[in-house]
């Protein structure tokens, strides 16, 4: 029996190249990563499970004060907004598959490697993560230092 997971994975790969897309036109990001049960291996997703995104930028303000710069993909106004430690979060809808996105807006402090990796950014890492977009190899050295 198909349980559609196939076609889920073709959308979850729809989201992560429009959101690179986006952040390679904006010079405040520094990284973006796609993380959770989707950046685990095949199967970990569930049908609920919403597609988590950090967004390393220095200029986190931007997207906590406005929703002008956030991707024009995803439907507005934000579905949630919460706050995890220096992370931000906004929950949106992508307009096209319907899929629920979180975008978790944070500054490049969250990726520090010294003294140590931060106790939660570490259990984020080590949860699963795959590298979008990583110019400046923050989070490639963020990477290692968990392993």
């Not at 906004?90 to 490697?113: D, I, S």
């Amino acid at each position: 029996m198909d349980d559609g997971s196939a076609d889920r994975s073709a959308q979850v790969e729809e989201v992560t190249a429009e959101l690179r897309a986006w952040a390679d036109g904006r010079i405040d990001v520094q990284a973006v990563a796609l993380v959770g049960s989707y950046a685990r291996e095949p199967g970990a997703a569930t049908a609920e499970s919403d597609v988590d995104i950090v967004v390393v930028t220095s200029k986190v303000s931007d997207y906590l004060e406005s929703t002008d710069g956030f991707p024009a993909t995803l439907e507005l106004p934000p579905l949630r907004a919460k706050q995890w430690g220096v992370v931000h979060e906004r929950r949106l809808r992508h307009r096209e598959t319907g899929l629920a996105v979180e975008l978790n807006f944070t500054t490049p402090e969250w990726a520090a490697t010294t003294p140590e990796v931060d106790s939660g950014t570490k259990k984020v890492v080590l949860d699963g993560i795959r590298v979008l977009r990583d110019p400046h190899g923050l989070l490639a050295r963020l990477i290692d230092a968990c392993r």
